[in-house]
């Protein structure tokens, strides 16, 4: 009888060797697998929590001027309405009144925003009281109730109802915190990065540098908090809560991301660049300024986008230095008292009550379409200016 | 006056001046060059030259006033600075017009201006790294005055609960030894979710980063590396809100139907979702280190007749070992320092336990704790939060050193 020769593919030794290897193959794809699942059903998860915020219903009433509307707005409604009608519709009614005296008496039909639990009730959320629901039924029966899209999540700041919250002092909030942190970051992050690429000495001092930007980086955020708590606040007199505050801190933060990716974009530049502008007689500060800056620029911008969407996305840090305060009204200075966009979602999230979850969804949409924005315009600006020497 | 404005009237007023100099500066030189006599440097360098004689000793004054006055040496009017820092200008002004003479080397000169001011921005790096230890040993200090650092190291309760009461200036209400700083319970805590993340986010990230360095097509690949990485662009609030609004519950449904009872804060589940945000840090760090592996040991490998996987786990991976502890090293330390997913979805409740399923609490959720409410800044309460910080920071400080050696150690092994 013939021996059949080792290595052969009837070998039960090979092909038990086979058999791992297709196993093993399996595992690795299996991986990338359940990491695409959870990222599709992470996205799918907020989407249906929050999609239902970009629309509110609204309910057509008779608003009556009278008497003791002039004291509470609510009596402007009739009397089964009331509990069915925001009360941040009405709330204004007497200041209306007051300003416009000429109001007072007359009758006015408008569209207004319902109760959240209502609306939650119309959405198929929640249920609602049993004496409420059926005036709720009619309503919609007869067309009194319609479902529009919600602008006023855009345009007005938080509420305590759910109803009237929106994102618009938040977003402002986080433009003004990132203007801070971009004035504060980037010039001295691009100064740095250019001083130890172009200029710094091969010494102890520099490589001191060089450690401590690589280890701020991997510093866990709420730290920076602590040091914007103890440092800008208690020392400086900094205001709490302000964009100011949140800026400087989140900065401190930025930096040395923005150090790193500046420097990687300079080394980009090859040398004979240099020599050459050296050998036309510039100066050290010419060769960077006119020749090696403008060539690296694409690079910087692209770190300092990726910087500014990981500040803008942060919340830790903040919420030590009371960045988590209740603003209603947009600030309007750097000042004043802010809060930013994930600090609203976080405030949004530790409320009970069922309407703020799609509230929170909704601004964890926002937030996020911002930063991927963000962080395609990077990629493009990468993609775009990238340039192989 | 403020500050602020003070600031921006002295930049109002430097600015003509600034203006100011640098045509005066350049005027003079052209003049100069026009008479026929050969200066060193450009005329706009000797424009910038005189900018800098003008601005840096008026914007210096300014500056050691600031600092004088928050160091509480002297505190002078601010117009009073206003005014000095302007006629300081305006005596630098002159003085720098006067300077530029054909054997001035302006251009040296300023490219040492810069060089310095660079220099200084580059400091500043450094100075945040002595401010963070500093603030944080200085409160961490004032801590262990009162609490003693074998009890906050070895102590198993923590209930701050009453401190409060003395931050309120009642507390002579609080019995003796009702607060215990035994900071054990919360580090339990941080451990069982760093453990818990970690043993999510090592398998899945390392077993991707396998695939997609050893088997994927390149075109495979192009889609699966950016479509991990939005793992780590998205902020952690939503992971914090994904965790404690869809993971707890499922974990909660599931533990019911095997029988046992899990928590609405049980730490399993901000461990999972932190796993999740880990993987792409894990997957790309040891992606990286795969590739950058030389081919040659591939082609030794199967010269010597192994398969695809065998390759992979007795040649590639132990020669990737320590760039993937470096990854292990990083993850973890994100993992000790994530604050908004345990904050949202883990317990307040400190609890010394083995069991997952049960709610614990963490460093950081005490940390945010101890910092939100309407303490005072000097209570145990808030101190005891800097203490905590300070362990924080010191161990993700080792964890980074070391895991940064051993990237180092292994790029000049195989560069």
Redesign the interface.
Known sequence: MQRRLT?SADDPRIRS??R??SR??A??????F???A??LA?FA??IT?GYSAFWRSEIQVTLDYNERAERVGQFALQEELREVVSRGAVRSIPLEIRNNPELAGSTREVWVPVYSRVDQYLKGNEELDPELAPIVDRLAEEDRIRNVFNWAFFTSGDSKLPEMAGIFSAAVGSILVLFVTLMFAF??GV??A???EE??PDNKLTQ??EV?????A??????????G???FI???GVPRSSALVGGLTLG?MT??II?ISTRAALRSVPDPIRLGAFAMGC???QVVRDHVLPLSLPGILTGTIIGL??A?????PL??V?M?AYIPDAPTSI?DSATVL??Q??TW??EPRKAF?EK??AG?MV??AI??TL?AAA?FLRRRFERRW | MGIGTTTLLLLLALAPLGLLAFRLGRGKAIANMAAGISMHSRPQQYGWYSVVWMGMPALGVALAAAVLSLLGVISPARELVLLVSVAVAAIGLAHGLRAIRPEVRARNALDNVVRYLLMGAALISIMTTIAIVLSIVFEAMRFFREVSVWEFVTGTVWAPGDTFLEAAGRGDEVEEGTSFFGSVPLFAGTFMVTAIAMATALPIGLLSAIFMSEYATRAQRSIAKPVLEILAGIPTVVYGFFAAITVTPIVVDIAEFFGLDASYSNILSPGIVMGIMIIPFISSLSDDVINSIPQSLREGAYALGTTHSETIKQVILPAALPGVISAFLLGVSRALGETMIVVMAAGVRPNLTWNPLEDMTTVTVNIVYALTGDQAFDSPMTLAAFALGLVLFTVTLMLNLVSTYLVRRFKQKYD
């Open positions: 290595g060797r086979y791992t290897e093993f193959k595992y690795t794809i299996t991986a990338l359940v990491a695409f959870i990222i992470f998860d907020i929590q010039p001295i100064m740095s250019i001083y130890l200029f710094a001191l540098i401590n930007i690589n280890n701020l991997a510093v866990p955020s709420i730290i920076f908090g602590l040091l708590l103890a440092v208690n020392t400086f401190l930096l040395p150090i100066s050290r500060w969407a990981q803008m996305g942060e919340t830790a919420i030590i009371g988590i000042f994930p600090a979602v976080f999230a530790s979850v929170t969804g964890i937030l996020l930063l991927l962080n990629v």
